[in-house]
């Protein structure tokens, strides 16, 4: 890749099949990419330099009765390419009927004041006036509508009732690889639609996997739809220009709601509610089934069943992809006394339930149920810096003297239990919590390690 690529992203109508685990199934369409071409780079079988391509490569997906009809096929590529052209309309031919007769219309309905005729030789004529009367069209032949010819209906809408034939010439590569980005060892050879007619049995997809579709077109034709350099492809639509901005919904809440937390921070709950909460597996994380025998999608959710009298709060402030690694530095608010996890710890629940109904729950080895799981924060390690290096440093109480202290290499200075949580707005570290009861003995046993 290089700075000047454009990247375009298609969204298909069926599964797009990238993962390794995807099945294929019988009914799997064609998902085939689509080259538009000028007509004499290709005239012959073999072309050693290659098609002179244009424009954008799409990509179109053909379902297998799709796939048994040329005409069939033609027409699932014009429908790909008409988003390609401001020309669209003259894709298809048109008829006017009454507007009770019209459900809708697929595309933008065409300004009916003129009509466009593409005559044999590919020149393209603008018959400007429609309201003209009957004498003073010289020729009637001229004003091509491919055998559909304008109703008479008062107050009638022009609907689709085709598309036009002959528009480009579709040609057929087989044997390319990666959806069209790598060759074979057959270079540009093109194939002729009669020999894959001859190659399939009757009733067989004309297309394989494998193939790659050209839309061939001469210079006339090429100049009505898309335009060329000299005149800035004015007539296509693959500029940004062409397209206005999308945004859709649910991104921009979640955009919406990533800024709000952002501006006011998240809380020590609202991360462990994060943690403990279910998640849907995707299709790359597909998960094997021992009964089944085969890889399901899946939910997975993590429970805390049990906490230790010192608890330590691990904060993850990096995010990783395949192409970005960062650092997180939104602020995590936590309390500095008063973390109560009783509602999280499964034990306790399960042990309630199991107490209220008769069962020994000391002999299944577990405690009292009834003691508040209430941690007070002890001390806090921190990183200041990047992912490529940094200083850490410490916050830590003194149990003695109530005195919470800030460590940093040999300079040792007094704090406050705040600062040890307003400092971590741009560093990650872990945070040490002791539970209530246990105060006393844990804080002298750390105090006497120290």
Not at 107 to 119: A, Y
């Given at each position: 890749?290089?700075?000047?690529?454009?990247i375009?992203?298609?969204e298909?109508p069926?599964?797009?099949?990238?993962?390794?685990?995807?099945?294929k199934?019988?009914?799997?369409?064609?998902?085939?990419?689509?080259?538009?071409?000028d007509?004499?780079?290709?005239?012959?079988s073999?072309?050693?330099?290659?098609?002179?391509?244009?424009?954008?490569?799409?990509?179109?997906?053909?379902?297998?009765?799709?796939?048994?009809?040329?005409?069939?096929?033609?027409?699932a590529?014009?429908?790909?390419?008409?988003?390609?052209?401001?020309?669209?309309?003259?894709?298809?031919?048109?008829?006017?009927v009454?507007?009770?007769?019209?459900?809708?219309?697929?595309?933008?309905?065409?300004?009916?004041?003129?009509?466009t005729?593409?005559?044999?030789?590919?020149?393209?004529v603008?018959?400007?006036?429609?309201?003209?009367?009957?004498?003073?069209?010289?020729?009637?032949?001229?004003?091509?509508?491919?055998?559909?010819?304008m109703?008479?209906?008062?107050n009638?809408?022009?609907?689709?009732v085709?598309?036009?034939k002959?528009?480009?010439?579709?040609?057929?590569?087989?044997s390319?690889?990666?959806?069209?980005?790598?060759?074979?060892t057959?270079?540009?050879?093109?194939?002729?639609?009669?020999?894959?007619?001859?190659e399939?049995?009757n009733?067989?997809?004309?297309?394989?996997?494998t193939?790659?579709l050209?839309?061939?077109?001469?210079?006339?034709l090429?100049?009505?739809?898309f335009g060329?350099?000299?005149?800035h492809?004015?007539?296509?639509?693959?500029?940004?220009?062409?397209?206005?901005?999308f945004?859709?919904?649910?991104y921009?809440?979640?955009?919406?709601?990533?800024?709000?937390?952002?501006g006011?921070?998240l809380s020590?709950?609202?991360?462990?509610?994060?943690?403990t909460?279910?998640?849907?597996?995707g299709?790359d994380?597909?998960?094997?089934?021992?009964?089944?025998?085969?890889?399901?999608q899946a939910?997975?959710?993590?429970d805390?069943?049990?906490v230790?009298?010192?608890?330590?709060?691990?904060?993850?402030?990096?995010s990783?992809?395949?192409?970005?690694?960062?650092k997180?530095?939104?602020?995590?608010d936590?309390?500095?006394?008063?973390l109560?996890?009783t509602?999280?710890?499964?034990?306790?629940?399960?042990?309630?339930?199991l107490a209220?109904?008769?069962?020994?729950?000391?002999?299944?080895?577990?405690?009292?149920?009834?003691?508040?799981?209430?941690?007070?924060?002890?001390?806090?390690?921190?990183?200041?810096?990047?992912?490529?290096?940094?200083?850490?440093?410490?916050?830590?109480?003194?149990h003695?003297?109530?005195?919470w202290?800030?460590?940093?290499?040999?300079?040792?200075?007094?704090?406050?239990?705040?600062?040890?949580?307003?400092?971590?707005?741009?560093c990650?570290?872990?945070?040490?919590?002791?539970?209530l009861?246990?105060c006393?003995?844990i804080?002298?046993?750390?105090q006497a390690?120290?």
């Amino acid at each position: 890749m290089s700075d000047s690529d454009t990247i375009v992203c298609f969204e298909l109508p069926c599964n797009a099949r990238q993962s390794r685990l995807y099945k294929k199934k019988e009914s799997d369409p064609f998902i085939l990419p689509v080259f538009v071409t000028d007509l004499q780079a290709s005239r012959q079988s073999y072309s050693y330099r290659g098609p002179t391509n244009f424009g954008r490569p799409f990509v179109v997906v053909v379902d297998p009765d799709q796939a048994r009809n040329m005409q069939a096929i033609y027409e699932a590529v014009v429908d790909r390419l008409q988003r390609w052209t401001s020309h669209a309309r003259d894709l298809y031919t048109w008829e006017e009927v009454s507007s009770a007769l019209v459900d809708s219309v697929p595309i933008p309905i065409p300004p009916m004041d003129f009509l466009t005729e593409i005559k044999e030789n590919g020149e393209v004529v603008r018959v400007e006036d429609m309201n003209v009367d009957e004498g003073d069209i010289a020729d009637e032949e001229a004003v091509i509508q491919d055998d559909a010819t304008m109703g008479t209906a008062i107050n009638g809408i022009p609907q689709i009732v085709g598309i036009k034939k002959d528009v480009f010439n579709l040609r057929l590569q087989p044997s390319q690889k990666d959806y069209g980005t790598a060759y074979s060892t057959l270079g540009q050879y093109f194939e002729s639609w009669e020999t894959r007619l001859g190659e399939m049995e009757n009733g067989a997809p004309l297309l394989k996997e494998t193939d790659a579709l050209y839309c061939e077109f001469d210079e006339n034709l090429k100049m009505y739809y898309f335009g060329d350099d000299a005149s800035h492809w004015e007539h296509a639509r693959w500029t940004n220009a062409a397209w206005a901005t999308f945004l859709h919904p649910e991104y921009a809440e979640a955009k919406k709601t990533a800024l709000e937390k952002r501006g006011k921070g998240l809380s020590i709950d609202d991360c462990l509610m994060e943690f403990t909460k279910e998640e849907q597996l995707g299709e790359d994380d597909l998960w094997y089934c021992p009964r089944c025998k085969k890889h399901q999608q899946a939910t997975k959710k993590f429970d805390l069943w049990r906490v230790p009298d010192i608890l330590a709060v691990h904060l993850k402030r990096f995010s990783n992809s395949r192409a970005l690694r960062d650092k997180i530095d939104t602020f995590v608010d936590f309390p500095t006394q008063g973390l109560d996890l009783t509602d999280l710890v499964g034990e306790r629940k399960v042990g309630q339930k199991l107490a209220a109904s008769g069962v020994d729950i000391e002999g299944l080895g577990i405690g009292n149920v009834e003691e508040p799981l209430i941690y007070d924060l002890y001390a806090v390690d921190e990183h200041l810096g990047g992912l490529g290096g940094g200083h850490y440093r410490a916050y830590a109480l003194n149990h003695v003297t109530e005195q919470w202290y800030h460590f940093d290499d040999s300079y040792v200075t007094k704090s406050e239990a705040y600062q040890a949580v307003v400092s971590l707005v741009h560093c990650w570290g872990d945070g040490a919590f002791i539970r209530l009861p246990e105060c006393e003995r844990i804080s002298t046993i750390l105090q006497a390690t120290e």
